[in-house]
């Protein structure tokens, strides 16, 4: 049965009539902020989240200046949330009134011919988080009030946020098969590659490097436990081809002179998806998890695909189980996601988000719409 309100967690009468949220008028219009009908619990499945985090990504940053096919202004903007149950519907037996939650803000549906055949992880069915992320409440419906996953004590909430991310980058490890005694290169130096550096490291791989293209993400990489590839931006394309060789050149040097394992392509371009396929040791694998635009396309060597065996992986997304598995990882404490929230915007200030989000030293930029 549902569970008592703990203590100063607002009941469903308490509940206030309207609520601020962050909304996108279409592209290239800066996001304001305005008053929207508090979600309430509608139907016995429903279940209400006070936020306390939400993801402002470089998706969001994206769908705000140049738009997205999948959204229509206006709306509210955000996916990647974490807070405290508001209200349950009197269906909802799994959760309690003021537990901390983070929910799979994409689950597959299970009925689907892609479901039953594989791969889940492309499932096209779309739950939504209503009205989205970046408001004061939010309401789940069915599927995703099954898969709300409680977050324990000690996981703050801009981490617990972080746990869709964690599952995409935990498939792809797994699903390249990143073990001890490997060599990794993770080409990249945001979230997503210092998370990717975290997990090679705890499946054991023996060395993990990552590319830095600039002084301010190198501590952060030292951190995460990676050695630093500096790698040098150049100004023409002469000059590219001669920073590509020095960045071969040093990896090989770290590398016995054969190249990692594993190469892990998280920028989402096509230069370093090139370079991802010409650092790899030969027998090793490339995995593609940066996104790049429609139409992006890649001069392959055939060849040396073939005869020096290179395996690709593209990883987008996740199956069935992994987001769980994400966040018994948080739970556990073996994953500090922390040091990577490093830029915090509270809702009255969602103007600034675009241009904080682009920041140099902005890693994650969690979107708070209160102050406790």
Same mark, same amino acid.
């Given at each position: 049965?549902?569970?008592?309100?703990?203590?100063?967690?607002?009941?469903?009468?308490?509940?206030?009539?309207?609520?601020?949220?962050?909304?996108?008028?279409?592209?290239?219009?800066?996001?304001?902020?305005?008053?929207?009908?508090?979600?309430?619990?509608?139907?016995?499945?429903?279940?209400?989240?006070?936020?306390?985090?939400?993801?402002?990504?470089?998706?969001?940053?994206?769908?705000?200046?140049?738009?997205?096919?999948?959204?229509?202004?206006?709306?509210?903007?955000?996916?990647?949330?974490?807070?405290?149950?508001?209200?349950?519907?009197?269906?909802?037996?799994?959760?309690?009134?003021?537990?901390?939650?983070?929910?799979?803000?994409?689950?597959?549906?299970?009925?689907?011919?892609?479901?039953?055949?594989?791969?889940?992880?492309?499932?096209?069915?779309?739950?939504?988080?209503?009205?989205?992320?970046?408001? =004061?409440?939010?309401?789940?419906?069915?599927?995703?009030?099954?898969?709300?996953?409680?977050?324990?004590?000690?996981?703050?909430?801009?981490?617990?946020? &972080?746990? =869709?991310?964690? %599952?995409?980058?935990?498939?792809?490890?797994?699903?390249?098969?990143?073990?001890?005694?490997?060599?990794?290169?993770?080409?990249?130096?945001? #979230?997503?590659? &210092?998370?990717?550096?975290?997990?090679? !490291?705890?499946?054991?791989? $023996?060395?993990?490097?990552?590319?830095?293209?600039?002084?301010?993400?190198?501590?952060?990489?030292?951190?995460?436990?990676?050695?630093?590839?500096?790698?040098?931006?150049?100004?023409?394309?002469?000059? %590219?081809? =001669?920073?590509?060789?020095?960045?071969?050149?040093?990896?090989?040097?770290?590398?016995?002179?054969?190249?990692?394992?594993?190469?892990?392509?998280?920028?989402?371009?096509? $230069?370093?998806?090139?370079?991802?396929?010409?650092?790899?040791? #030969?027998?090793?694998?490339?995995?593609?998890?940066?996104?790049?635009?429609?139409?992006?396309?890649?001069?392959?060597? !055939?060849?040396?695909?073939?005869?020096?065996?290179?395996?690709?992986?593209?990883?987008?997304?996740?199956?069935?189980?992994?987001?769980? %598995? %994400?966040?018994?990882?948080?739970?556990?404490?073996?994953?500090?996601?922390?040091?990577?929230?490093?830029?915090?915007?509270?809702?009255?200030?969602?103007?600034?988000?675009?241009?904080?989000?682009?920041?140099? $030293?902005?890693?994650?930029?969690?979107? =708070?719409?209160?102050?406790?």
């Amino acid at each position: 049965m549902t569970g008592p309100a703990v203590t100063g967690a607002p009941a469903p009468a308490a509940l206030p009539a309207l609520m601020r949220a962050a909304v996108w008028h279409g592209p290239g219009r800066p996001l304001t902020l305005e008053h929207l009908p508090v979600p309430r619990v509608e139907r016995p499945e429903d279940v209400v989240i006070r936020v306390r985090a939400a993801m402002f990504g470089a998706a969001l940053v994206r769908a705000v200046t140049v738009g997205h096919p999948r959204m229509t202004p206006p709306a509210v903007l955000g996916t990647l949330v974490a807070g405290r149950i508001a209200a349950l519907g009197p269906a909802v037996r799994h959760l309690t009134l003021g537990q901390s939650v983070t929910v799979d803000p994409h689950p597959p549906c299970g009925r689907c011919d892609t479901c039953r055949h594989g791969p889940a992880a492309l499932c096209t069915a779309r739950a939504r988080v209503e009205p989205g992320a970046h408001a =004061e409440y939010v309401r789940l419906r069915p599927p995703l009030t099954d898969h709300v996953v409680p977050v324990p004590t000690g996981v703050s909430a801009g981490a617990a946020m &972080l746990t =869709e991310i964690v %599952a995409c980058v935990l498939d792809a490890t797994d699903t390249a098969g990143i073990g001890p005694g490997q060599s990794v290169l993770v080409i990249g130096c945001g #979230p997503v590659a &210092l998370i990717q550096v975290r997990l090679a !490291l705890l499946r054991g791989a $023996e060395r993990v490097l990552c590319t830095v293209n600039h002084p301010a993400r190198r501590a952060a990489v030292r951190r995460a436990g990676a050695t630093v590839v500096d790698v040098d931006r150049a100004a023409d394309a002469g000059r %590219a081809v =001669e920073a590509d060789d020095r960045t071969a050149q040093r990896v090989r040097a770290l590398t016995d002179g054969r190249g990692p394992h594993v190469v892990v392509e998280a920028v989402g371009r096509a $230069e370093t998806y090139r370079q991802a396929f010409a650092l790899v040791r #030969p027998g090793g694998t490339v995995v593609g998890f940066g996104g790049c635009p429609p139409g992006t396309t890649l001069p392959v060597d !055939l060849n040396a695909l073939h005869y020096r065996r290179i395996r690709y992986i593209g990883s987008y997304h996740y199956g069935p189980g992994v987001f769980r %598995a %994400a966040a018994d990882l948080l739970a556990r404490g073996v994953l500090d996601l922390d040091p990577l929230l490093t830029h915090r915007i509270p809702l009255d200030r969602i103007g600034d988000a675009v241009r904080t989000a682009r920041l140099t $030293e902005c890693l994650v930029p969690v979107v =708070e719409p209160w102050k406790d």
